[in-house]
């Protein structure tokens, strides 16, 4: 079909308070609002100010009242457990009552904050829902992550309450979730007066009489409390009230809380479910992600729930569990109309299927596009996918702050040809703008700051938690009138984004400007590589210089010291002499967070000698020993 993007695009410019207000009508409201934007509200402007509303209700309840009680919400697919489970939305929202029951009987109420430490399993949703339906706020913090992170929120947030579980489940290991919650709140200022805990049958633990709360006990009552009449009403929020905070990962210091108010994130959730990912009412959305990050907040959580989809709750790896072929057998089996996932997860996927072979040993004849985002695209990526799927491959741009696309290509207003190397065009709301060192627009294809000129649309945060001069100096000031990225890139003359890595990743080489993005695409572009990531390092003469690290494909019979020589010649051909690349690094793995993000910053503190943490985001700590002994020539 003809894509409506410009038609869209332009409605939500000329006319962005019909606009919003238009999309705020499809949904259900307590109080329903007669303005989109107040300019002078909040730091930059509040979306839907007058408005009351309940994002449970509509991600629940009016789906129940509308007659779909019986329709699948949400799928739990573990293959690390071998279990499966289906939540009707009728199910879930039994679920949810008795968990928001259990809450206020432990003293939680509305503005009150819980912290969420739990793997991927339905009861971690069920949390996020029972806290929206009372008007708690919510915090997730990833399932895993160290006491002392895991302290540092708790002293941020001051929950009244933590929820968590006795394990998370890896492929190889049990991670043992109590120990990590007990010496994080030993460690925190601030003392939590209950946890509830999940008892997995993986794993048990031990509760701390008069603080810890078994998780199933309690539903057993509450269960039987509504059953016998009980009612959990959801309170009606104001439209600015937070639904939760968030906290960035590799954050140093005191942690960042990004904050995401009710309205705007509910109005436009259920707006890009259908117009940007092409996912409907009844049908089948899989994000390959983990809860603990905005992209699970968003596209496994809310975004399908309030559209009314089936979403899948995936419990697993890429590849292990057990094979390379997992993501194209849970598509298969539940007939997922689109695919979400991080692009880290598509390379490791072709490193073990070079040939593009598993996909064709399931029926997706219900599958239709592969959407990616976390981090950026590379094109040899993207037509290995494109050829082993046989279907449309869409990269996108989005971070937390935004808490949704950014940039993209939208499948529900008919795509528009797909351009490998770019995530696509700006959606309603974001005026992306690309400047230079003076803060002055720059021209088509000119490389410089990507940046937002406000108000940010609704979805995207308000401000920090508890700290607006902070969400000021972090995004504001660099350039006034704008909300800095940190992200840099080019727009083309046809308005297609380009984001070719962070501002700290764009390299001075003797005066010369230059995209470590850029030398990526060339060096991924080699049939050996698998994936890569290319670093600026310290040059006394020079500034900085690329260093390049490269995974290669298991296939691979190459010489190490040929593919070397291959490369540097490949990206001297593909930008010219003046890229200075001569060094390229083979090492096994490269370091990434538990999001699938390459930690380009500690590969540089290793290459530069420079002191650095080991991040409390790593996914597998050994991988920056192989960094460490490909510097040292070991």
């Given at each position: 079909?003809?894509?409506?993007?410009?038609?869209?695009?332009?409605?939500?410019?000329?006319?962005?308070?019909?606009?919003?207000?238009?999309?705020?009508?499809?949904?259900?409201?307590?109080?329903?609002?007669?303005?989109?934007?107040?300019?002078?509200?909040?730091?930059?402007?509040?979306?839907?100010?007058?408005?009351?509303?309940?994002?449970?209700?509509?991600?629940?309840?009016?789906?129940?009242?509308?007659?779909?009680?019986?329709?699948?919400?949400?799928?739990?697919?573990?293959?690390?457990?071998?279990?499966?489970?289906?939540?009707?939305?009728?199910?879930?929202?039994?679920?949810?009552?008795?968990?928001?029951?259990?809450?206020?009987?432990?003293?939680?109420?509305?503005?009150?904050?819980?912290?969420?430490?739990?793997?991927?399993?339905?009861?971690?949703?069920?949390?996020?829902?029972?806290?929206?339906?009372?008007?708690?706020?919510?915090?997730?913090?990833?399932?895993?992550?160290?006491?002392?992170?895991?302290?540092?929120?708790?002293?941020?947030?001051?929950?009244?309450?933590?929820?968590?579980?006795?394990?998370?489940?890896?492929?190889?290991?049990?991670?043992?979730?109590?120990?990590?919650?007990?010496?994080?709140?030993?460690?925190?200022?601030?003392?939590?007066?209950?946890?509830?805990?999940?008892?997995?049958?993986?794993?048990?633990?031990?509760?701390?009489?008069?603080?810890?709360?078994?998780?199933?006990?309690?539903?057993?009552?509450?269960?039987?409390?509504?059953?016998?009449?009980?009612?959990?009403?959801?309170?009606?929020?104001?439209?600015?009230?937070?639904?939760?905070?968030?906290?960035?990962?590799?954050?140093?210091?005191?942690?960042?809380?990004?904050?995401?108010?009710?309205?705007?994130?509910?109005?436009?959730?259920?707006?890009?479910?259908?117009?940007?990912?092409?996912?409907?009412?009844?049908?089948?959305?899989?994000?390959?992600?983990?809860?603990?990050?905005?992209?699970?907040?968003?596209?496994?959580?809310?975004?399908?729930?309030?559209?009314?989809?089936?979403?899948?709750?995936?419990e697993g790896k890429p590849i292990g569990t057990p094979d390379a072929g997992t993501f194209w057998r849970v598509a298969a089996e539940h007939g997922v109309k689109v695919l979400f996932t991080a692009p880290t997860a598509i390379r490791g996927i072709r490193k073990e299927d070079a040939d593009g072979k598993l996909p064709g040993d399931?029926?997706?004849?219900?599958?239709?596009?592969?959407?990616?985002?976390?981090?950026?695209?590379?094109?040899?990526?993207?037509?290995?996918?494109?050829?082993?799927?046989?279907?449309?491959?869409?990269?996108?741009?989005?971070?937390?702050?935004?808490?949704?696309?950014?940039?993209?290509?939208?499948?529900?207003?008919?795509?528009?040809?797909?351009?490998?190397?770019?995530?696509?065009?700006?959606?309603?709301?974001?005026?992306?703008?690309?400047?230079?060192?003076?803060?002055?627009?720059?021209?088509?294809?000119?490389?410089?700051?990507?940046?937002?000129?406000?108000?940010?649309?609704?979805?995207?945060?308000?401000?920090?938690?508890?700290?607006?001069?902070?969400?000021?100096?972090?995004?504001?000031?660099?350039?006034?009138?704008?909300?800095?990225?940190?992200?840099?890139?080019?727009?083309?003359?046809?308005?297609?984004?380009?984001?070719?890595?962070?501002?700290?990743?764009?390299?001075?080489?003797?005066?010369?400007?230059?995209?470590?993005?850029?030398?990526?695409?060339?060096?991924?572009?080699?049939?050996?590589?698998?994936?890569?990531?290319?670093?600026?390092?310290?040059?006394?003469?020079?500034?900085?210089?690329?260093?390049?690290?490269?995974?290669?494909?298991?296939?691979?019979?190459?010489?190490?010291?040929?593919?070397?020589?291959?490369?540097?010649?490949?990206?001297?051909?593909?930008?010219?002499?003046?890229?200075?690349?001569?060094?390229?690094?083979?090492?096994?793995?490269?370091?990434?967070?538990?999001?699938?993000?390459?930690?380009?910053?500690?590969?540089?503190?290793?290459?530069?000698?420079?002191?650095?943490?080991?991040?409390?985001?790593?996914?597998?700590?050994?991988?920056?020993?192989?960094?460490?002994?490909?510097?040292?020539?070991?």
């Open positions: 079909m003809a894509s409506r993007y410009h038609e869209v695009y332009d409605a939500s410019r000329s006319d962005p308070e019909k606009f919003w207000l238009d999309a705020a009508g499809k949904l259900v409201w307590t109080k329903k609002p007669t303005r989109a934007l107040d300019p002078e509200a909040g730091v930059y402007g509040r979306w839907f100010p007058d408005g009351e509303c309940n994002t449970c209700f509509n991600a629940i309840d009016r789906h129940v009242e509308a007659g779909r009680g019986d329709q699948v919400a949400i799928i739990h697919d573990s293959p690390v457990t071998g279990g499966k489970r289906k939540l009707t939305y009728g199910e879930l929202l039994v679920e949810v009552k008795a968990l928001a029951a259990n809450l206020t009987d432990l003293g939680v109420g509305r503005g009150d904050r819980v912290i969420i430490y739990m793997p991927m399993v339905p009861e971690t949703m069920i949390g996020m829902l029972a806290c929206a339906r009372i008007g708690a706020i919510h915090s997730v913090v990833f399932g895993g992550f160290a006491a002392r992170e895991l302290a540092a929120r708790i002293d941020d947030a001051a929950p009244t309450l933590i929820l968590s579980a006795s394990c998370g489940i890896e492929p190889t290991r049990k991670v043992e979730y109590k120990p990590l919650l007990d010496k994080a709140i030993e460690l925190a200022t601030h003392k939590p007066a209950a946890t509830i805990v999940l008892r997995r049958p993986e794993l048990d633990c031990d509760l701390i009489e008069g603080r810890d709360h078994d998780w199933d006990e309690l539903r057993h009552n509450a269960m039987a409390a509504i059953a016998a009449g009980r009612e959990v009403p959801c309170a009606s929020m104001k439209a600015t009230d937070p639904l939760y905070i968030l906290y960035t990962s590799g954050t140093t210091g005191k942690p960042k809380g990004v904050v995401r108010d009710t309205g705007g994130h509910m109005v436009v959730l259920h707006w890009s479910m259908q117009a940007i990912f092409g996912t409907d009412q009844g049908e089948v959305f899989f994000c390959a992600s983990d809860v603990g990050w905005v992209v699970g907040h968003s596209y496994i959580v809310y975004a399908p729930l309030l559209r009314g989809c089936t979403t899948v709750l995936f399931y029926d997706l004849s219900q599958f239709e596009a592969l959407f990616l985002a976390g981090e950026r695209a590379d094109p040899e990526t993207l037509i290995w996918a494109e050829k082993a799927l046989q279907r449309p491959v869409i990269d996108h741009w989005w971070q937390t702050e935004s808490g949704w696309p950014i940039a993209a290509n939208p499948l529900g207003l008919g795509l528009l040809p797909i351009k490998r190397g770019s995530p696509g065009v700006a959606m309603p709301g974001f005026d992306v703008q690309v400047l230079d060192a003076m803060g002055e627009q720059a021209p088509p294809n000119e490389m410089g700051a990507i940046a937002i000129k406000l108000p940010l649309p609704p979805g995207a945060l308000p401000t920090l938690w508890n700290a607006d001069d902070r969400f000021r100096d972090a995004y504001l000031t660099a350039f006034p009138g704008y909300y800095s990225t940190s992200d840099a890139g080019f727009i083309d003359e046809e308005g297609y984004v380009y984001v070719m890595g962070r501002t700290d990743d764009v390299i001075n080489v003797a005066g010369h400007r230059l995209s470590t993005g850029e030398m990526e695409e060339a060096v991924a572009g080699h049939p050996a590589v698998a994936e890569c990531a290319v670093i600026g390092m310290r040059d006394a003469l020079k500034g900085e210089l690329p260093c390049g690290f490269v995974v290669l494909k298991n296939t691979s019979q190459l010489d190490r010291g040929q593919i070397e020589a291959e490369l540097i010649t490949l990206v001297r051909e593909r930008i010219g002499p003046v890229a200075a690349f001569k060094r390229v690094l083979v090492v096994d793995k490269l370091p990434k967070t538990r999001s699938g993000k390459v930690l380009r910053r500690t590969m540089k503190a290793i290459v530069d000698r420079d002191d650095y943490e080991t991040p409390a985001t790593i996914e597998d700590a050994t991988a920056l020993d192989d960094i460490r002994r490909a510097v040292s020539g070991d």
